[in-house]
């Protein structure tokens, strides 16, 4: 038996394909009650660390639960989680319903699960048309719906906004809060582009080339974004100098002949140029985005310093939830719940 918690748990997984180091050593937890997001950038691993969740890859070593138990051993795995993989086909000629009702047969709930789940995406008035006619946002309600039969404690979504426009977005950010939230329901949901899920999640767990470099509360990860100050000085090198004389070390000039600096104000640096007779011709302040963090976050570099050019090696503070150093460290982070 399983042990109801809701809970997913991935620890230490990894996943070889000959040569190819698919998924290295990767832990993180996602509690129920939040929308999760589980982010990288194309080939980091994110759809094959799902796949051994969902039991249809066998992981090289590690382990990935549902409630403490491998997907194998749920017993009845539609009844605790509900995935939609990409590139998943429905039968052309046949109707939302019959689709439907076909999958419910099979997991062992009634008929009329199928117009509950089709009334719940929003299909409700497409339960007779065949799939085939579908458009792709249409298709994505209608895996969710095919993931929600089971009426699942966990749900797993993989690149769940392809093909949805802003307004399909919309509703299923709202789906899936409430969802999470009211019911106190997993929901772990796979993108590459942060921008896509960041309204949609509470949570994050980002990851490169197999390896977890971040995971914690998203507020978190924008809290620790740093703005810094484009200055167009006449002479950049003497600015560059002279701040730093003056206590400020976040300093770097920029490709297109500015100076990009951190942890100090307009006005500051103003009257340093001013001081040492430096033409300063314009500055603007610039705040980081996330996007860009993610990015940096990815290349497994992040600088929260200014030029937010990929540095060699890290520098500055990390945000909260970002390893002090290397993967092994990263395995200790945890945001919550009892270590497993
Ligand atoms: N069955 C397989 N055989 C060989 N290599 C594979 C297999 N499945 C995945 N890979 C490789 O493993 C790595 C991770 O792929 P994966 O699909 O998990 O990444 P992803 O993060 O989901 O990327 P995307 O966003 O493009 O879907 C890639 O280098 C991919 O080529």
Redesign the pocket.
């Known amino acids: 038996m399983h042990d109801g918690s809701g809970r997913i748990v991935v620890q230490n997984l990894s996943k070889q394909?000959?040569a190819?180091n698919?998924?290295q050593n990767l832990s993180f937890t996602v509690e129920p009650g939040s929308v999760t997001g589980f982010l990288?950038?194309?080939?980091?691993?994110?759809?094959?660390?799902l796949r051994m969740l969902l039991g249809l890859v066998t992981p090289t070593s590690g382990a990935a639960t549902i409630n403490g138990r491998p997907h194998s051993q749920l017993g009845n795995p539609a009844r605790v989680v509900g995935s939609v993989l990409?590139n998943e086909g429905f039968h052309p000629s046949r109707t939302a319903r019959n689709h439907l009702r076909v999958y419910a047969a099979a997991i062992g709930v009634p008929d009329r699960r199928a117009d509950e789940v089709l009334g719940l995406v929003g299909l409700g008035s497409a339960a007779d048309r065949k799939a085939g006619g579908f458009s792709l946002g249409m298709r994505q309600r209608l895996a969710l719906a095919t993931a929600l039969l089971g009426d699942p404690q966990v749900l797993v979504l993989?690149?769940p906004t392809n093909g949805l426009d802003p307004e399909g977005i919309l509703w299923l950010r709202n789906f899936l809060r409430s969802y999470a939230r009211e019911q106190r329901r997993t929901v772990l949901v796979?993108s590459?582009l942060l921008n896509e899920v960041e309204q949609l999640i509470d949570q994050v767990v980002i990851i490169s080339q197999?390896i977890t470099r971040y995971y914690g509360p998203l507020d978190q990860l924008r809290k620790s974004q740093q703005s810094r100050v484009l200055v167009q000085p006449a002479d950049p090198a003497a600015l560059v100098k002279t701040l730093q004389e003056n206590g400020i070390q976040q300093v770097s000039p920029t490709p297109d002949g500015r100076v990009a600096v951190a942890g100090s104000s307009v006005q500051q640096i103003g009257d340093l140029a001013a001081k040492a007779g430096i033409a300063v011709y314009g500055m603007q302040e610039d705040h980081a985005d996330l996007e860009r963090m993610f990015f940096q976050l990815t290349q497994g570099q992040y600088t929260g310093g200014p030029g937010y050019q990929p540095q060699p090696q890290y520098q500055g503070p990390p945000p909260p939830g970002y390893p002090p150093s290397g993967p092994q460290q990263q395995q200790q982070q945890h945001w919550g719940g009892p270590q497993r």
């Open positions: 394909f000959g190819v698919a998924v990288g950038p194309n080939g980091a691993g994110k759809t094959t660390t990409e993989d690149e796979s590459h197999g």
